[in-house]
């Protein structure tokens, strides 16, 4: 059975089915089937009106569920934004950008989803549409752990809200086992506000390092004040961090390359103009 429905009233219906799986451009779903067909009946809500752009609201912007990462990429955002929109060219190849949404990357919640952090840096809510209406949860607390979500029987994350922030410069690096097309071994957001040449207002996610994409409120209050960050990272930032030894690295690894990671990516927000 598939549904694909062009009004988010028609769709918010078809989702109360039994065991439907909603999809916003199913790149991770399908790959998963192999040869299978899928034995589950699918909503496809990649032509919902309103599901798709990104928007200007009252108090900052709205990034709609079923929005590819090639059309987020293209819209005119602050600089702020920039390290989404770097997280967003790291989504696979540009066939998957075009097909994959913002929606369906957050919903898979893996551990290297790659708009997770820079999201996290946003202060992002998720918007959550069932037949009982709208809620509005920070993706902080949407995530709940590896391929686990908040979200309830029958409800579709609709849209990403970003509260205004104009100021401040953003970036994002991944250190993968090869540039293009991979799974991250580490990867970091920054978002970073100056004034007289030193930092006031930071924000810092890390991504890969534990079962879901987190904060770093210890570091991002001792930047605060700093004009420079060569060796400011200690241990005792990331000791929230869990990383796990895989095949892409091991966990000593990945705590390990973080460091010059975080201070690679907050210098370049630093030598913005």
């Known amino acids: 059975m598939y549904f694909q429905p062009t009004t988010l009233d028609q769709a918010v219906q078809d989702a109360q089915t039994e065991r439907v799986r909603i999809l916003a451009g199913g790149t991770d779903f399908y790959p998963m089937q192999g040869d299978r067909l899928p034995d589950v ?20 912007w709205r990034i709609g569920g079923a929005t590819c990462w090639s059309d987020l990429i293209r819209a005119d955002l602050p600089p702020a934004f920039d390290g989404l929109k770097a997280a967003a060219k790291e989504v696979g190849s540009v066939q998957i ?10 919903c898979n919640a893996s551990p290297a989803a790659d708009s997770v952090p820079p999201l996290l840096t946003l202060d992002a809510q998720v918007e959550l549409t ?6 509005l949860m920070p993706l902080a607390d949407f995530l709940l752990g590896v391929r686990k979500t908040a ?10 809200h970003v509260p205004d922030v104009r ?28 004034q007289s040449g030193k930092i006031c207002k930071a924000r810092v996610a890390v991504g890969a390092c534990s079962p879901v994409a987190q904060r770093l409120p210890a570091l991002e209050s001792d930047l605060c004040g700093q004009g420079k960050v060569a060796g400011l990272v200690t241990p ?10 895989d095949v892409r690295g091991s966990a000593s690894y990945r705590l390990e390359v973080l460091a010059p990671m975080i201070e690679q990516a907050i210098t370049g927000c630093l030598e913005q103009p």
């Open 41 to 60: 009946p699918i909503l496809d809500v990649t032509r919902v009106d309103g599901m798709a752009g990104v928007t200007r609201t009252t108090d900052g």
């Open 97 to 106: 950008q075009n097909a994959g949404t913002v929606a369906g990357n957050l």
């Open 130 to 135: 069932s037949t009982s209406g709208k809620r």
């Open 151 to 160: 979200l309830r029987q029958g409800e579709i994350l609709t849209a990403v």
């Open 167 to 194: 100021a401040g410069h953003s970036a994002f690096r991944k250190l993968g086992s090869r540039k293009y097309l991979v799974i991250s071994i580490a990867m970091v957001a920054v978002l970073i506000e100056v």
């Open 236 to 245: 005792d930032h990331l000791s929230t961090l869990t990383p796990i030894d």
